[in-house]
């Protein structure tokens, strides 16, 4: 049987339906706007003639970012740091949370306390500077005069993460490692065989935390890469909007599209590849918010 | 409990004496060479704590050895000499900003301020707005026409911090006189519906700095509140129907069945992100202010990490610098800590 709605309900229903339709709205609107702006010719931009459409299309805009070889340069950076800098940083959290979800483990919750403490205090800005610049200091001597290395290795370790690597280990049923061990599997292997296999939805969450970490990352890149050419991705977008925002600049400018122009394509060109990956991604998206390291 | 002797020794019958019991022989053995013992047990498993070496070195080198920089805050700065050879200067760089007196020390209140009112701002318009987003999600009855809605308003967390300031910078931003340009869209939206005046929205509302705390915020809901509604949906979609079914039954209307039915199912998940929430209100992003503030907007905008970047980075203050941020840092910890066992004492729920 089919209950008839309330008045209450009613009321509710319409109300969630608009303001969710307005919020909805209110976060699609500057994509749109950005894709728009990037296409419109310069006086329909700079005349704030635009308001959802293109006007006066033109790609020259995108075609200019395309040709330009330092634009590429800074994606491939980025996707340098991405990848490495997960396949690093994921590698010493699966050890470090296998070995800390053990309960034989010695002084396992001073071990514990050693991550957890990380979370509650950091030294802040400046001692981690200087930091940094002592091991790049260890990093040169050594040979490794790319800094994107060192951004690799020693930035974007995050404890949470190995938390949530632990408890899903934690979660693995002990007869399953004890068969494992019976069957003359050394520790390496039950970790390879037993343990990944066994946590793999968290394991590509938290492959995804670190990845998101390293594609946004900005502060610490453009601190300590010096080499302009190594920069990534979103560096490159913050010192193109610096320059492009600046007065001095934008009066001397004489294309047939807009300075803004040229940022939007930015914008566009920097979310697009997320949008695509978004679909085969979703799962763990969502997945990592419910997550959380609480424990019993 | 207190020990008797039975634990440790064993009463011999015949000849009436008192001897050491084994497993106390095995205790004393254990105690006596616990070192001893504990290599013993490393080696034997020496495999497991191999694996535990590179996180123990990563954060020791990146996380740890940071912190024995912060001595420096003690120390009279010096470009030359490493931390550990820097003169002491006691207190002193504290004392000048806590009560200093001067430009600095009221700059370093002002940080101090700004840091509180943008977090506590925060969590008065920010929490909230995921939570409702969840409610109204679960009115929606067709999978498909909620899950357009869910994507769209996550749309913004894929965005990284300097794509979304890019925007936002693009977005509000000022009319050139000299050029005749317009101001950006959302200034012009926002003026044409009379909420700013035009001059406002001509000079550029990130210039502005009675602005600041209002973009930073409705930029941070604009970011956040789609994603972060997915563990509040999560909660809501796991009332059983019965339970909405019975308080019909006994007469409730909407009203009703949010207060008993929906608000003590969520409860407990609101209880721990408002926790984690208040826990991380000092340590808000500086990345964020770092990207939208200008010397324009100090004023309102200037936080503690902002301000000993502009001092211990931009400038040559280290001390001074690392003394800021070490004391916010200290009661950003103080205040983890604290919500953490609020957390655990009242709800058996303990976040690390």
Redo the contacts between chains.
């Keep these: 049987m089919k209950r008839k709605l309330e008045i209450s309900e009613l009321i509710f229903k319409i109300i969630s339906y608009t303001l969710l339709t307005v919020f909805a709205l209110c976060c699609l609107y500057p994509f749109l706007y950005a894709v728009s702006a990037s296409m419109s010719g310069r006086h329909a931009v700079e005349y704030g003639e635009i308001i959802l459409f293109p006007k006066a299309v033109q790609f020259d805009a995108f075609s200019r970012m395309f040709n330009d070889n330092t634009f590429w340069n800074a994606y491939s950076n980025t996707l340098f740091l991405t990848v490495y800098g997960t396949i690093w940083a994921l590698g010493v959290a699966i050890l470090g949370g296998y070995a800390l979800s053990k309960k034989r483990l010695l002084f396992r919750k001073a071990f514990n306390f050693y991550l957890v403490f990380t979370m509650w205090f950091s030294a802040g800005i400046v001692p981690q500077y200087l930091n940094y610049l002592a091991t790049k200091d260890v990093f040169n001597s050594v040979g490794i005069t790319d800094d994107k290395w060192l951004v690799v290795i020693a930035m974007g370790m995050a404890a949470m993460n190995i938390i949530l690597l632990r408890n899903a280990f934690e979660g693995v049923p002990s007869e399953i490692e004890e068969a494992a061990i019976v069957d003359g599997a050394s520790e390496f292997q039950v970790l390879s065989k037993v343990f990944i296999p066994m946590s793999k939805s968290t394991i590509a969450t938290v492959a995804l935390f670190f990845a998101i970490s390293r594609w946004n990352g900005y502060f610490w890149a453009r601190q300590m890469i010096s080499n302009q050419n190594e920069h990534p991705l979103q560096v490159f977008i913050r010192l193109r909007l610096e320059e492009f925002t600046d007065p001095e600049f934008t009066a001397g400018w004489n294309f047939p599209y807009a300075t803004d122009s040229v940022i939007y394509a930015l914008v566009v060109c920097s979310i697009v590849p997320i949008l695509i990956i978004y679909p085969f991604i979703q799962k763990y998206f969502a997945k990592g918010t419910n997550a959380g390291g609480v424990k019993e | 409990m207190k020990g008797q002797a039975g634990d440790f020794l064993i009463l011999d019958k015949a000849t009436g004496t008192y001897r050491e019991s084994p497993e106390q022989l095995v205790r004393d053995d254990v105690e006596k060479h616990y070192w001893l013992h504990?290599g013993r047990?490393?080696l034997k498993?020496w495999?497991?704590?191999v694996?535990?070496v590179?996180?123990?070195l990563?954060?020791l080198?990146?996380?740890?050895?940071?912190?024995?920089?912060?001595l420096?805050s003690f120390k009279v700065s010096d470009q030359v000499k490493s931390?550990a050879d820097q003169y002491f200067a006691g207190f002193s760089y504290f004392k000048r900003l806590l009560v200093g007196g001067d430009t600095l020390s009221t700059e370093f209140w002002r940080a101090m301020r700004n840091t509180f009112l943008l977090s506590f701002y925060g969590l008065l318009f920010g929490f909230p707005m995921p939570i409702?987003?969840a409610?109204?999600?679960n009115?929606?009855r067709s999978n498909i026409a909620r899950s357009v809605?869910q994507v769209?308003?996550?749309?913004?967390k894929?965005?990284?911090?300097?794509?979304m300031t890019?925007?936002v910078?693009?977005?509000v931003?000022q009319a050139?006189a000299?050029?005749?340009?317009?101001?950006g869209?959302v200034s012009?939206a926002l003026a044409s519906l009379g909420l700013i005046s035009q001059d406002a929205a001509r000079a550029g509302l990130l210039n502005n700095p009675n602005f600041f705390r209002a973009i930073y915020q409705i930029s941070g809901i604009?970011e956040t509140?789609?994603?972060?509604s997915?563990?509040f949906f999560?909660a809501i979609i796991a009332i059983s129907p019965t339970s909405y079914e019975a308080a019909?039954i006994d007469g409730a209307?909407?009203?009703a069945q949010m207060r008993y039915v929906v608000l003590p199912s969520i409860l407990s998940t609101v209880v721990?992100m408002l926790i984690?929430r208040i826990g991380s209100m000092l340590?808000i992003g500086?990345?964020k202010v770092?990207?939208l503030y200008n010397p324009n907007t100090y004023v309102t905008a200037d936080v503690v990490?902002t301000f000993?970047?502009r001092y211990?980075?931009a400038g040559s203050q280290?001390g001074i610098?690392?003394a800021a941020?070490?004391m916010?840092?200290?009661i950003?910890?103080l205040l983890?800590?604290g919500a953490n066992t609020i957390a655990r004492k009242a709800s058996?729920?303990?976040?690390?």
């Design positions: 504990v047990t490393i498993d495999r497991l704590y694996m535990l590179p996180t123990i990563v954060f080198f990146w996380r740890y050895l940071p912190m024995y920089e912060l420096g931390v409702l987003l409610l109204f999600f009115e929606i809605y769209l308003t996550y749309l913004p894929f965005m990284s911090t300097v794509v890019s925007l910078t693009m977005l931003k050139s000299t050029m005749g340009t317009q101001p869209i012009q604009w509140a789609g994603y972060d997915i563990v999560a019909q209307n909407k009203m721990i984690t340590s500086y990345e770092l990207l990490s000993a970047q211990g980075l280290k610098a690392s941020e070490m916010n840092n200290i950003g910890m983890v800590i058996n729920v303990s976040l690390y």
